[in-house]
């Protein structure tokens, strides 16, 4: 049954009790933004997908493909999408090379991003680069400035813009989307947008932000806590696209097509993006994680709200610990433009964050940023007792006291400095 907003803020927490495989109330997960834990229901999804296996053997694939569409059905209701299609594959690095395959890169020999993408992106168009591609990066610094910045890069050479709805290293969200997109049609570029910090952690709708007419790749890993092998990308209305990396479930609409026609055939909308034979079990896990969401009414909206409010509680935590700034600080970002997890800028990020776990709080860092992800079951008192456990690690850092040359490597490590 659907749950007060409330129930979530008190210790133990009321959804704690359905993730008890993963100890959420025993722990102290901040790492939410990364990989959020499953509910219990997941492992009936994951027994379900052997027992159709065993029941059905090799004509197992009509339910597990239709599991597949209730995930697809999925992503299309967190994104308010009413006109893409979706194909789906074990992670978004495969989709977005499928993408970029069927490119005009010969003709169009430029693409715009920025300097803040996920490895998915990053790593492939860096290599891209070294191949001959003109790969133009954007500074993510400033996320309100972004928009206007990535429109001027575009010019009628680009194939492509790709960018994040939310930033993945400082959780911002980048408005102004729209207005790239058109920019991007004026020159006859398409657009990719990365929602994977977006869905399930900030309501997000295509329809509302003028965004139809996008490609968007995104997973469940996260906010959705679908695990492993549940991505997706979304295809616009009236695609016609032909990639080149392309697997033989794309041609499933069209067998034998390519026999008359002496060309390769593909299948409609995003299954022209399909791939080739993949293990199910993740969309059964899916599929019960999405109708459990829809039980306990964990919209995207209701998710919102909890989520700014532990971010609150989380910033008034940190606030109360007074920290040297020269030792960490928190960026002056307007909560409402922040995502799904808080940042804090430290130097020592990396040592931070593996002493925290070592006392008991995960969390993680990228570069100097070292993030806490809140989550849904994470009740008050745990997120006040992962910042008291981070004040604990900043004290013992600047400790003039005790093995002095363990300290003054752990202040070199951490940039400590001295008053």
């Known amino acids: 049954m659907p749950l007060h907003v409330s129930e979530l803020y008190h210790s133990p927490n009321a959804l704690a009790p359905h993730y008890s495989r993963f100890k959420v109330g025993e722990r102290l997960l901040l790492t939410g933004h990364s990989h959020q834990a499953w509910p219990d229901c997941s492992l009936d999804g994951q027994l379900a997908a052997w027992n159709d296996a065993a029941d059905g053997v090799d004509t197992k694939w009509e339910r597990a493909f239709a599991m597949a569409e209730r995930v697809k059905d999925g992503y299309a209701h967190l994104l308010d999408d009413r006109t893409g299609s979706y194909t789906l594959a074990a992670n978004t690095h495969e989709l977005v090379v499928r993408w970029l395959s069927a490119l005009p890169l010969r003709q169009r020999p430029r693409v715009v991003t920025t300097d803040g993408e996920f490895h998915s992106i990053r790593r492939q168009l860096a290599r891209l680069a070294e191949e001959g591609l003109e790969v133009v990066r954007i500074s993510a610094d400033d996320p309100t400035r972004l928009a206007e910045e990535l429109s001027a890069a575009i010019d009628d050479r680009t194939a492509a813009v790709l960018v994040s709805a939310v930033l ?5 969200i980048v408005a102004g989307l729209a207005d790239v997109l058109a920019v991007a049609e004026r020159h006859g570029a398409e657009m990719l947008i990365d929602v994977y910090h977006a869905l399930d952690a900030i309501p997000y709708s295509l329809s509302s932000a003028g965004l139809d007419r996008t490609y968007v790749v995104g997973g469940g890993y996260k906010y959705c806590q679908l695990g492993e092998g549940n991505c997706f990308l979304r295809v616009p209305e009236a695609c016609a696209a032909r990639p080149v990396i392309t697997g033989w479930f794309a041609e499933f609409d069209v067998l034998g097509d390519e ?17 080739a034979t993949y293990d199910p079990t993740s969309h059964y896990r899916a599929a019960a994680v999405f109708d459990f969401f829809i039980e306990m009414g964990l919209s995207a909206a209701f998710l919102r709200r909890v989520s700014q409010h532990q971010i609150r509680e989380l910033i008034r935590g940190f606030e109360l610990l007074d920290a040297d700034p020269a030792v960490i600080r928190r960026p002056r970002a307007p ?32 570069g100097d940023c070292l993030r806490f992800g809140p989550a849904p079951y994470l009740s008050d008192t745990q997120l006040r007792d992962s910042m008291c456990v981070l004040g604990e690690v900043i004290t013992d850092l600047g400790k003039k006291g005790g093995d002095k040359a ?12 001295r008053p």
């Open 168 to 172: 993945f290293k400082s959780g911002r």
């Open 259 to 275: 026999v008359e026609s002496g060309r390769v055939a593909y299948g409609a909308g995003a299954s022209r993006f399909a791939g």
């Open 335 to 366: 909560i409402e433009e922040l995502g799904g997890f808080l940042v804090l800028e430290s130097s020592a990020a990396a040592w931070l964050s593996r002493e925290l776990k070592r006392r008991g709080v995960l969390t993680d860092y990228r």
């Open 406 to 417: 363990e300290n003054a490597k752990a202040r070199q490590v951490a940039g400590f400095r």
